[in-house]
Structure formats: C-alpha cells, structure tokens
T-cell receptor, first 110, second 111 residues
C-alpha cells in the first residue's frame, strides 16, 4: 500500500509560535483526517475533512482539504506545551482502510 | 466514554513463538482494525474486520492472522514471531466514518 508524504518530519518551536504541516499523496481521497498521538498513547482524532477546499477548525487547530484532493494542511496557532506529540495525517478512500502519513513530531523548546 | 483496551502494554517474545495480541472495545462498534507503527513509517494497516467472523487483509498482512469470534474482541496472531515483527501494535474500532478510536498500543519485542 502507499504512504502519504508528510512534512516536516519534526519541528522544534517555542511556546506561542504557530505551526504548519502538510501531507501530499499521489491518490485522491474522499476524506482527510488529522490525528495526534501523545507519548505512550494511541492516536486521537483531531479533525475530519470531507470536501475539496473545506477549511475546518477545532480550537487553535485549523485544517484544510486541498483542492486537488491529494493534499491536506494542518495549522496550530499559538502553541502551548500540551501540543507536544506526533501528528499524523490519514487519507480515506471511503472504505475506512486508512492510509497514514509518516508523522510530524512536534517539540516545544522551553 | 469510548474505550479500546489492549491486553498488554509491553510484551517480549522469542523468535518462533506464537503470539496473541488481544483487543477489546466497549462501544458496540462494527469495525475493528490492527495497525503496526514503526518510526518513520507511520501506521500501516495489517488486518481489519467489518463484522464478527469476517476479516480482510490490509496493506501488510504477511506473517499475521486475526480472529474475531465476538463483536467486541479482535485478536492479532503472529504464528511464528520474527525479529522483523518487533514493533508497536495498535488496535482501533469504529462505527463508520469519520474516525477510528485507538487503544494505547502494545510494544512487542521479539528476540
């Protein structure tokens, strides 16, 4: 199966900074999902996107479903310490056989 | 509250052993999934099930099998464990889109 290209692989930022990450695919997805994984835990769903061009927010998080349906973006504004973790994008063709990105590890420098 | 539990957080097995990883969900979900997570590779789907006694191969089923005798329980079986199967194993369940609920994972080491 394919994997999604997710970038950057890791980010080191200071508290209060904004964060951007993205995923690209060679395939067209029906749904894009963004998950966050805290250390020692399973991933938790943050945002689900269903239509090309859709922009959806969840608190300080904003995600977009790319117009081509082959990419998606996640932005985090004014980062706080609890934002630390690994963020994964995932694409769904509609059958729940999710294809995950390789992850972006977010670290906040004190 | 949604709950997916996995039988062990850490497991150490020897090469050639038969290994059972158990997953239980208490949400009456139809769909259950097994993934493995490796650094730099993200999560990869091993097997999934849309119903009791039903199973379908995911992207990397080789060396694994599954069993779903009851709706709430989905087991991953490594018939003869190998060192290449050292990984984090994650179970998930869902009742359809938008997303899957994950357990905390089992970190398996095969020596």
């Amino acid at each position: 199966g394919q994997q999604l290209n997710q970038s950057p692989q890791s980010m080191f930022i200071q508290e209060g900074e904004d964060v951007s990450m993205n995923c690209t695919s060679s395939s067209i997805f029906n749904t894009w999902l963004w998950y966050k994984q805290d250390p020692g835990e399973g991933p938790v769903l943050l945002i689900a996107l269903y239509k090309a061009g859709e922009l959806t927010s969840n608190g300080r998080l904003t995600a977009q479903f790319g117009i081509t349906r082959k990419d998606s973006f996640l932005n985090i504004s004014a980062s706080i310490p609890s934002d630390v973790g690994i963020y994964f994008c995932a694409g769904d063709f509609g059958n729940e056989k999710l294809t995950f990105g390789t992850g972006t590890r977010l670290t906040i420098i004190p | 509250d949604v709950k997916v539990t996995q039988s062990s957080r850490y497991l150490v097995k020897r090469t050639g052993e038969k290994v059972f990883l158990e997953c239980v969900q208490d949400m009456d979900h139809e769909n259950m999934f097994w993934y493995r997570q490796d650094p730099g590779l993200g999560l990869r789907l091993i097997y999934f099930s849309y119903d009791v006694k039903m199973k379908e191969k995911g992207d990397i089923p080789e060396g694994y099998s599954v069993s779903r005798e009851k709706k709430e329980r989905f087991s991953l079986i490594l018939e003869s464990a190998s060192t290449s199967q050292t990984s984090m194993y994650l179970c998930a369940s869902s009742q359809g889109p938008p997303g899957q609920y994950f357990g905390p994972g089992t970190r398996l080491t095969v020596t």
